[in-house]
């Protein structure tokens, strides 16, 4: 279920999943991607790209960023969303922030 930021605001969080590697992140990306575009055989890469998948427009990538930030229990900065080019650019600032916490 896909939050709007204020309601993420005013939720109480549930457990946030573990996630170990940057293998298992892009795995969550994968499922995350699968999910917004409603594409089950969908497959990225770190190099992967929106240009790359059809369907990834602005409205999925808010969803992606949106559920990204509920799956992995972080935030981001509309200059952090804006700097993102590549799967690999959120799956390390992912890594960063769950470092940090």
Do not use: N, Y
């Not at 590697?21 to 999910?35: F, N, P, Q, W």
């Not at 890469?45 to 969803?63: F, L, N, Q, Y």
């Not at 080019?85 to 470092?99: H, M, N, T």
Request: hydrophobic residues 50%.
């Amino acid at each position: 279920m896909l939050l709007t930021p204020a309601a993420r605001a005013r939720s109480v969080p549930l457990a946030v999943p573990q996630v170990a590697s940057g293998g298992d992140v892009l795995a969550e990306l994968t499922e995350i991607l699968r999910s917004v575009l409603d594409d089950p055989a969908l497959t990225v890469t770190r190099d992967t790209v929106a240009e790359d998948v059809p369907g990834w427009d602005s409205m999925a990538h808010i969803a992606l960023v949106v559920e990204a930030e509920c799956r992995f229990g972080i935030t981001f900065q509309a200059a952090e969303i804006e700097a993102l080019q590549r799967v690999g650019d959120l799956l390390r600032l992912i890594e960063a922030k769950r470092a940090a916490a």
